[in-house]
């Protein structure tokens, strides 16, 4: 891929932050646990967060091919941290194309320059992956909305400045056409927040968001009534595949320092980079994340050229995480027992990006995504 001057220079801005800055401080943001803002707003001001976005919104206008690189560079640095501009550029790009101008103007120049981490709520206990059939309810009231209902798993529930709440405002027998979105501001009387104690991703939270008699202001409404299932589901073609390039971050991070080791570390007189057994494996890892980047790249591609790219969107989904894990998990096994303590990264970027093999979509729903575009509503079973 031919880069400009101008992408090679943001590019090697953000690899330079992202080995600099991010990576040293891997290890102990997790285990303080807490995002830290500071770091964000650092983030923004560098011009790694909505990259993507409009110019007359504070971004820079880039394409999708750029903004994945980037994102890529960043989780090679911090894998939690990465997910900061993958959710500005997906919520972003939702308020930009769906906001009334008063929510989109205060709103979006604030996450553009990372003052703002915004939440989306799709997923409800009842079952994330069918995200048609939403209980949580909007109903009218002047010139309001109340919003009553229970969101989970959402990604940082409890340290967001707000939300975008998908609810159902129609029947439940409209399935997908009776859900609308709305944006509500963290502040807003009725929301509370459950965190969750979970495995990784630590820095970025996982939780529950519960709302009793929220009062939503009727032009915080995205776009069209009934119209919010169709919104995120566009949305997420393009977020699935900077999350395919998250993951080759991660992974391609563990790679580089287990090739290094095989340098230093010896056994049996030499350095242990001479036994078939050890370089093999992670030669075959460089190979698959190659080729997972290579198809990321690619269904940025077709996105900015406008052409359909779901198929390769969820490719790049089920497979990223995937393959990022079991790559991870062979670069542990290259350091032995010093592999297993805590000290090192890679436990760590196990746990994180094993996480995604489950958020955003699993790997099932994946394929059944791909298979659907191959041969139609035959693929769904009812």
């Known amino acids: 891929m031919v880069l400009s001057d101008d992408q090679k220079a943001l590019l090697e801005s953000a690899r330079r932050y992202a080995r600099e800055v991010l990576l040293p401080g ?17 983030m923004g001001r560098l011009g790694f967060l909505g990259m993507d976005l409009p110019e007359a919104h504070g971004g820079m206008g880039l394409d999708g091919v750029t903004t994945g690189l980037v994102v890529e560079a960043l989780a090679y640095g911090d894998f939690n941290v990465s997910a900061v501009p993958v959710g500005i550029s997906l919520n972003g790009a939702i308020l930009v194309r769906h ?15 990372g003052e703002a981490v915004i939440a989306i ?20 009231d002047g010139d309001h909305w109340v919003l009553n209902g229970e969101k989970t ?75 919010g299932f169709t919104q995120v589901m566009q949305g997420f073609d393009y977020s699935r595949a900077l999350i395919g390039l998250q993951a080759c971050g991660a992974a391609q991070a563990s790679l580089d320092e287990a090739w290094a080791y095989t340098k230093e570390r010896e056994a049996f007189g030499r350095p242990i980079g001479q036994f078939q057994g050890v370089t ?3 030669a075959e890892g ?35 995480p995937k393959h990022a894990v079991d790559v991870i998990h062979q670069c542990l096994l290259t350091f032995g027992h010093y592999g297993w303590s805590k ?36 693929a769904v079973q009812y």
């Open 26 to 42: 891997y290890q102990q943001r997790d285990r303080d646990g807490i995002l830290d803002r500071a770091l964000v707003a650092e």
């Open 99 to 113: 906001a009334r101008p008063a929510v989109r103007d205060a709103w979006v120049p604030r996450m553009v320059r």
């Open 121 to 140: 709520c799709l997923t409800e206990p009842r079952g994330g992956s069918d995200a048609s059939h939403l209980q949580l309810k909007a109903r009218r």
């Open 153 to 227: 798993s959402i990604t940082f529930a409890d340290r967001a400045d707000a939300y975008l709440i998908f609810a159902r405002t129609g029947t439940p027998e409209q399935g997908a056409k009776g859900v609308s979105a709305f944006f509500v501001p963290a502040g807003t009387p009725g929301i509370q927040t459950l965190a969750f104690d979970d495995l990784g991703s630590a820095v970025i939270g996982r939780g529950q968001v519960f709302l009793d008699d929220v009062r939503v202001p009727a032009d915080h409404l995205l776009g069209d009534e009934g119209q």
């Open 280 to 282: 093999f494996p992670l």
């Open 286 to 320: 460089e190979s698959q994340i190659e080729a997972i980047r290579q198809l990321c790249l690619h269904t940025l591609a077709l996105r900015d050229a406008g052409l359909p790219h779901t198929k390769e969107a969820a490719m790049c989904k089920w497979m990223g």
């Open 343 to 378: 000290d090192l990264p890679h436990q760590q970027r196990l746990r994180d990006v094993m996480g995604l093999e489950i958020g955003d979509g699993t790997a099932a729903v994946m394929k059944l995504i791909i298979a659907r575009e191959r041969i139609g509503r035959t």
